[in-house]
């Protein structure tokens, strides 16, 4: 089966794994937005970065897929991947950005990645901003894991980055 392991990344934690995949299974590397055509593929493993809601290029990735491509997910973000309420946020953005019928047929990973408010762009850094003085002054029982993950790690660098969790992935597939 003819695979390709593309990536969506914004500050290369997602790269990050999508490589060190891509080294433990031969499978080529690419990110999403160097994709012309997909139709060669019959599997392609998506590894993308959880930003504002959406996991970076998936959408752009989805709409050139081939009707009968096996599509495997794997988001990577900052709050805790056991978290249960994070996995059903996760998973209802998803929704928003694959069809059903793609879906339905698609496995779906989740990894722990990191933040460095460092090397944040101005943008990104002014939203984190705005969302860390929204959820620090909710009461305790308002916070979801989420919310306290961005509260502990604001303005600093945090890496959650473990390539074990990698081999989930590996015996899904």
């Not at 392991?5 to 160097?34: C, H, L, N």
């Not at 101005?122 to 620090?136: D, E, G």
Request: charged share 25%.
């Amino acid at each position: 089966m003819s695979t390709l392991i593309i990536y969506g990344s914004q500050y290369g934690t997602t790269k990050r794994y999508a490589d060190k995949f891509a080294e433990m299974t031969g499978f080529p590397v690419i990110s999403y937005e160097d994709i012309k055509t997909l139709t060669d593929y019959e599997r392609i493993i998506y590894f993308g970065g959880l930003y504002a809601g959406g996991v970076k290029g998936l959408k752009n990735t989805v709409k050139k897929l081939s009707p009968n491509t096996k599509l495997i997910i794997v988001t990577v973000g900052l709050a805790d991947v056991c978290d249960k309420e994070n996995i059903n946020n996760i998973r209802s953005s998803i929704r928003k950005q694959v069809p059903e019928h793609l879906l339905k047929k698609s496995s779906v990973f989740h990894l722990r990645g990191g933040i460095d408010y460092q090397k944040l762009s101005f943008k990104h850094k002014t939203m984190m901003t705005l969302l860390y003085n929204r959820v620090r002054n909710l009461p305790e029982d308002k916070k979801t894991a989420e919310d306290k993950a961005l509260i502990e790690t604001f303005n600093s660098k945090v890496d959650f980055v473990d390539f074990c969790s990698l081999n989930t992935i590996m015996e899904g597939i």
